[in-house]
């Protein structure tokens, strides 16, 4: 890889889109695990209870995408643990930053009150991503 040629940007731009499309698909993912946890417990605590499991589950599927896209193998097992948490605190605040500023479902809707509104995915995806190329890019640039 020349280290002064387009191929480096490239590759950023790359890690950049995969890895936001990828988290978006895992925090659909991570939203469909959290329903189902809440589906197994039963609903046995206050509905806004259930609703931070799913935003959170929503949060940690966009981060585990967002710390694949640059992932820092090369730090000791603290760094990498710390870097990793860092990602899930930036999507699961992506997530919540979504959930309070976004539209909403539709209020009229019969299942409006257990329906996830899709600014949740994106602000997720983008907070972990974030934090992720921040991370990424001051490792590949020291």
């Not at 609903?43 to 820092?72: C, R, T």
């Not at 948490?85 to 919540?96: D, K, M, N, P, S």
């Not at 019969?110 to 602000?123: G, N």
Request: glycine share 12%; no cysteine; hydrophobic share 55%.
């Amino acid at each position: 890889m020349v280290r002064d040629g387009i191929n480096v940007y490239l590759i950023w731009m790359t890690r950049i889109i995969l890895g936001l499309a990828v988290a978006l698909l895992l925090a659909v993912v991570g939203d469909i695990s959290a329903r189902v946890f809440n589906l197994l417990l039963g609903y046995p605590w206050h509905p806004y209870v259930h609703q931070n499991i799913q935003v959170i589950g929503i949060g940690l599927g966009a981060g585990i995408a967002s710390y694949l896209a640059w992932p820092n193998f090369s730090f000791t097992k603290r760094w990498i643990a710390g870097t990793l948490f860092l990602i899930f605190i930036g999507a699961v605040l992506g997530a919540y930053i979504g959930d309070i500023y976004g539209p909403g479902p539709e209020p009229t809707y019969w299942w409006s009150r257990f329906a996830t509104d899709k600014v949740v995915y994106l602000s997720a995806a983008l907070g972990g991503m974030t934090v992720s190329v921040v991370l990424g890019l001051f490792r590949e640039l020291r």
